[in-house]
């Protein structure tokens, strides 16, 4: 299952969470987690005017927190690993992946 960020993708097979953002310079890995080793996600839904996104949280790290102004529009930096901004399309899709790793995680 895979959903189209704002700036990348994020996808999940069942076992691993793959996050796939799309650089301005050099093209960095792609970050994976592990399912069972996420201790929480957080998902906030994308309005029509603002963006939305997907975070994991994951043990021994600490969670970017959501940046203010015009610009981030309440979501987590683009440079935290762990997170994809989501445009309001896409919504539906991010809710299901959230969903299918919080069932996995057990």
Known sequence: M??????GTVGFDGEWITITKTPFGQNPAPVRIRATDVTGTRFKKATRLMHGYVQFLLPGAVAAGEKGGLMQGGRPPYEDPHSL???HKSNDLAEKLVAAVEEARG
Do not use: A
């Not at 895979?2 to 700036?7: A, I, L, M, R």
């Open 2 to 7: 895979d959903v189209k960020g704002v700036q």
């Open 85 to 87: 901004s989501i445009p």
